[in-house]
């Protein structure tokens, strides 16, 4: 059997050799501490619970979802709600939201439901995996902005050559990011909005991180920024800030004419979201918001006594003002290392599993990724063995 073409361009994904390397250290009786996947640990809310269970009782509920159907609109309405009380932007819920199946599927949808195979999109690198994987998927020609350091992990477009440009349709941006946990102000997107005038490109906005977020620091939306709808639309995610991961819900929002491509893509290839799970999601978008406040301090508790951790045995990795990640330069000992041999290290010898940079894109050479999905007892073990690590004789 010969797999397509476009599988073969796909880069290795490297969580599924991360994922081979734990197992086998686990095969060995090794209490692996898995801080390499982003997925919420913490408990998804009880009262979102108790309306799933509710929902998945009545009839009705077990048929395939419909746009027109009363539940359905009710969800649009409740995801525009959030919108106007969250960032004072109006969204007309019938035509500028789109309840999706998990943000991953909705921005790979976004890349096959526009490019074509000499359309370019721009991605800055690293990134989520699916911002490039999706390009790739869809045919279309991926065109990578490194972000770096120096830089706050923010593209520079002028550096791009009028050709790319002309040739660009996508532009994936993701502020808070992952994996390198930068933020983003109003004052850059009005920049990118800005340099995005007179150009023929859509702007996809990856916000799956807007309420995990520390001190004063808010996570502003791009259609906050006058104009933005115009050619932008925004990706939302139940995942992260209500702890529905495994659930697969989510939304995209902005322009109606991509949002209706988009769909019309979808209709071809899902039947939408399970009734009981949009009935659950108005019941977190509307219910009370403590259940969001009490994850992000635990991952505020989490994110202090590891950055402090590390700090103390040498370590000096940057504190995010959001997101769950640690995005780590390979300390000195181990720079002649490539990310992958430094987290395979890490797993073997210290029995610590954490994201190897170049698994978000070439750019994410030199670094590794923590997750704080373990909670903080197994966060200061963690940080114990990784002080073995570098204090071994090497
Ligand atoms: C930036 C970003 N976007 C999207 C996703 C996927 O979210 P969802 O669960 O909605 O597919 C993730 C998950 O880690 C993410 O980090």
């Known amino acids: 059997m010969h797999e397509a073409n476009r599988l073969k361009r796909l880069p290795p994904y490297l969580f599924t050799v991360i994922d081979q390397l734990k197992a086998r250290e686990r095969a060995k009786g090794v209490d692996v501490i898995d801080l390499g996947m982003g997925s919420p640990d913490q408990p998804c809310p009880k009262h979102v619970i108790d309306e799933l269970c509710r929902a998945s009782k009545v009839d009705g509920n077990q048929r395939y979802s419909r746009v027109d159907g009363e539940l359905e609109k009710r969800l649009r309405k409740t995801i525009a709600d959030w919108y106007k009380q969250r960032f004072d932007v109006t969204l007309d819920p019938d035509e500028e939201v789109l309840p999706l199946i998990g943000s991953k599927e909705g921005i790979a949808h976004l890349s096959l439901a526009f490019l074509n195979n000499d359309d370019i999109a721009l991605v800055p690198n690293p990134a989520y995996p699916v911002h490039f994987n999706g390009v790739i998927m869809a045919g279309g ?41 930068a ?42 920024v006058k104009g933005a709808k115009d050619i932008a639309i925004e990706f939302h995610t139940l995942s992260k800030s209500y702890n529905m991961a495994g659930w697969r819900i989510a939304f995209a929002v902005g322009n109606r004419n991509i949002l209706k491509t988009l769909a019309k893509t979808k209709s071809y290839i899902d039947f939408g979201i399970y009734r009981g799970i949009q009935a659950a999601a108005i019941k977190a978008l509307s219910g009370p918001q403590d259940c969001v406040k009490k994850t992000v301090e635990t991952y505020k508790k989490r994110m202090d006594i590891f950055v402090k951790g590390l700090r103390d045995i040498g370590w000096n990795v940057p504190k995010p003002k959001a997101t769950f990640y640690i995005w780590a330069r390979i300390p000195l000992k181990y720079s002649a290392l490539t990310s992958m041999e430094f987290a395979t290290l890490m797993i073997q010898e210290a029995g610590v599993a954490a994201a190897p940079g170049t698994g978000f894109g070439e750019y994410g050479e030199g670094y590794v990724r923590f997750a704080l999905v373990e909670d903080e007892k197994r966060l200061m073990m963690a940080v114990e063995r990784i002080k073995k690590l570098l204090d071994m004789e090497v």
């Open 141 to 181: 020609i991926l065109y990578n902005i490194p972000i770096v350091e120096e830089n706050g992990f923010r593209p520079n477009f002028d550096a791009l050559s009028p050709e790319v440009v002309k040739m660009a349709k996508l532009l994936f941006l993701s502020y808070p990011h992952n994996p390198t946990a």
């Open 183 to 224: 933020v983003a102000d109003i004052k850059f997107f009005e920049d990118v909005i800005k340099w995005l005038k007179g150009k023929d490109i859509i702007l996809g906005h990856d916000l799956a991180y807007s309420e995990i977020v520390y001190g004063d620091y808010k996570a502003p939306s791009i259609l906050q």
